[in-house]
């Protein structure tokens, strides 16, 4: 794809660059970019990760900021911003928003936006939302990555509603690569993602142990790092899930993990548009997801998964017996999702309709 008119300085402010859905996204976005001609550069508040890392080596600035209180921040960035004189900042999740927008604004950035990766979902943070808020005074558009997010953001406390647009998430797809850990004997159910709280993760496993019964063949990798991982190593050994689930780590390199798996399942209790979802419907792997968000949202557009309620591992086990046992049902599923994944979430689609926000900021149509 190449992009129309001249070329922009373009400013990715995030929290960190460690291993993360909306990470991937940045720094997948990033390299688009700067292929088409425009100049890059990311800042991260607190660490620059091994997606950080990688970029700097690909040749893409990547600042740190540095951790401190909110104000002196502000000020970071206002005068990292007046020496750049960058034409956008865009910001990711509210934190480097209320860091970032102000400055961006006074440096005289042609537009501010920021993405909101999240749900956003009721009931609301009042305090952070009416921050969010005022700091969208400073910015052009307000993106959320699904309808469900848009709609909440639209009912947030003080929200500018007429400042909020959708931008689906897009992804690379990942290519079809031999993989040593194909195994047709076996039905492997994979989650790729950070091991938190909010995934709900023990719902999967008890899910997968309830489903063990009737899948002989059952396997289910878990691919990703995070803070609930011991306890979800805990659960494992009292299930006796030893034999089922492989705990993978985080992986950077996820393709070998995709083109092996039967199923991606998703057991979260809150959800945006997780890429691992959209890499899955790329290779054409069906899924089962918990009823939420964007996951749900994706279910029912493109048809490519079935669905479970929230904490309901008897349903999300149901969801993969009936995939394990109808082979028809799997394929067609799977095909849907890569059908729509081309439609509808390539990077370069998200790159583009980005690109039109990037060039209708208040001083490009004034």
Not at 54 to 83: C, D, N, Q, S, W
Not at 106 to 120: D, K, N, P
Request: proline share 4%; net charge neutral; with cysteine.
């Amino acid at each position: 794809m190449q992009y129309f008119g001249t070329e922009m300085k373009i400013v990715h402010a995030v929290y960190s660059m460690e291993m993360g859905g909306a990470e991937m996204l940045v720094a997948q976005l990033a390299r688009l970019q700067r292929n088409n001609g425009h100049e890059v550069v990311v800042c991260a508040y607190s660490k620059l990760g091994v997606l950080g890392e990688a970029l700097l080596k690909e040749g893409i600035p990547v600042h740190v900021m540095g951790e401190a209180h909110p104000a002196k921040t502000m000020l970071r960035y206002f005068r990292l911003f007046r020496t750049m004189r960058p034409d956008v900042v865009h910001c990711h999740n509210p934190a480097p928003t209320l860091q970032a927008s102000l400055g961006a604004r006074l440096a005289g950035a042609i537009c501010v936006l920021a993405t909101r990766h999240s749900l956003v979902s009721p009931p609301y943070d009042r305090s952070a939302e009416i921050k969010f808020s005022l700091f969208a005074c400073f910015m052009d558009w307000v993106v959320g990555i699904c309808d469900i997010t848009c709609e909440n953001l639209r009912r947030a406390p003080l929200a500018r509603r007429e400042r909020i647009v959708r931008v689906y998430n897009g992804a690379l797809p990942i290519e079809a690569v031999p993989s040593d850990l194909k195994c047709p004997e076996y039905f492997t159910i994979l989650f790729v993602g950070r091991i938190a709280a909010v995934k709900d993760l023990q719902t999967l496993l008890r899910a997968a142990e309830e489903a063990a019964r009737t899948i002989s063949n059952l396997r289910l990798w878990i691919v990703g790092d995070g803070p609930a991982r011991p306890e979800l190593l805990r659960l494992a050994d009292e299930l006796g899930m030893q034999h089922v689930v492989t705990f993978w780590g985080e992986q950077t390199d996820t393709r070998r993990f995709f083109n092996a798996a039967d199923v991606i399942a998703m057991s979260s209790i809150s959800e945006g548009l997780p890429m691992s979802l959209l890499q899955g419907m790329s290779r054409g792997v069906p899924m089962v997801v918990t009823d939420i968000g964007g996951m749900k949202e994706i279910v029912d557009l493109c048809r490519c998964g079935l669905k479970a309620p929230v904490g309901n591992w008897h349903v999300l086990a149901e969801g993969l017996i009936q995939l394990a046992s109808e082979d028809s049902l799997r394929v067609e599923l799977g095909d849907n999702g890569k059908r729509a994944f081309e439609h509808h979430f390539t990077l370069g689609q998200m790159a583009e309709q980005y690109e039109r926000l990037y060039r209708s900021g208040r001083k490009a149509i004034s």
